[in-house]
C-alpha cells in the first residue's frame, strides 16, 4: 500500500528482456535504500514492484507481462525519470489517498495550460474509469496522489502547484503524453457494495437511496 507521495526522482539504468517480460534495473535518486530488503515493495511511476536485487544507489525489478500489458513501464527506456514511493508503514502520515500501487490503465494528455504559478492538465481518461472519478475526488496519476478539479466530458482537471512539479516527473508531462492511472480504492469498493447480484445470494444494505439519505449523494 502507498500514498501517492512521491518520495524521490529515481531513473531508468537498464531494461533486460527475460523469457517475454522484463528485469528493470532503477537508479534510486534521493530515495534511501537503507532499510529496503529484498521481496520489499516500491512504486514505479504508479506500479507496485518488487525488489529483486540491491545496489548501493540502485534496485532491480522484474515486470510481468501483464504489467507490461496494462501500464507504461515497457515504453520507457534507460534514462527515462520515474517516480518513486516506497511502501507505506502503519505509522506513517497517509498525506495523500490510500494507493494499491496496482495501475487501472492508461490516460492521455489533452492540455496543459498556466494558471498562477501552477499547471493545469486535461487528461482523457477510458470510459470504464470514468465512472470512478468525481470532482474533489482523489486520483492517482504515474504514482502521484492528486485532486481532481473538474470533470468535462471524458477529461479530468488538476491543477498542479509547483512544489509538486518540482518533486515529481509532472513537470516533464507534455500534449499527447500517456500516463499510469489508478482510481480511488473507495470509490471501487461503493461501487461493489451497492451493485447486487442476483446469482450469488448476495444482497447489499447499500443503496444509492441509502448513500443519498446520508449525504453521501447529491
Known sequence: MFTGIIQALGQIRG????????????????????????GDSIAVSGACLT????QRDAFAVDVSR????????????????????????LADRLGG????????????????????????FAIAA??????????????????ISLTINALHGDLFMLNIIPHTLAQTTAAQW?????VNLEVDL?????????????????????TGDSLAAKGFLV
Open 66 to 89: 501483464e504489467t507490461l500489458d496494462k501500464t507504461l513501464l515497457g515504453q520507457l527506456r534507460p534514462g527515462s525519470p520515474v517516480n518513486l514511493e516506497k511502501a507505506l508503514r
Open 15 to 38: 531494461m533486460l528482456p527475460q523469457g517475454g517480460d522484463l528485469r528493470m534495473i532503477v537508479a534510486a535518486g534521493k530515495l534511501d535504500l537503507g532499510d529496503v530488503q529484498l
Open 51 to 54: 525488489v529483486v536485487k540491491l
Open 126 to 143: 477510458p470510459p470504464d474509469l470514468l465512472r470512478y472519478m468525481a470532482a474533489k475526488g482523489s486520483i492517482c496519476v504515474d504514482g
Open 174 to 178: 507534455r500534449s499527447g503524453q500517456a
Open 97 to 120: 489517498h490510500l494507493v494499491a500501487g496496482h495501475v487501472d490503465g492508461v490516460g492521455h494528455i489533452r492540455d496543459v495550460s498556466a494558471s498562477g504559478r501552477s499547471q493545469v
Open 186 to 206: 473507495v470509490a471501487r469498493y461503493v461501487e461493489r457494495w451497492v451493485a447486487t447480484d442476483p446469482g450469488s445470494g448476495l444482497k447489499s444494505e447499500i
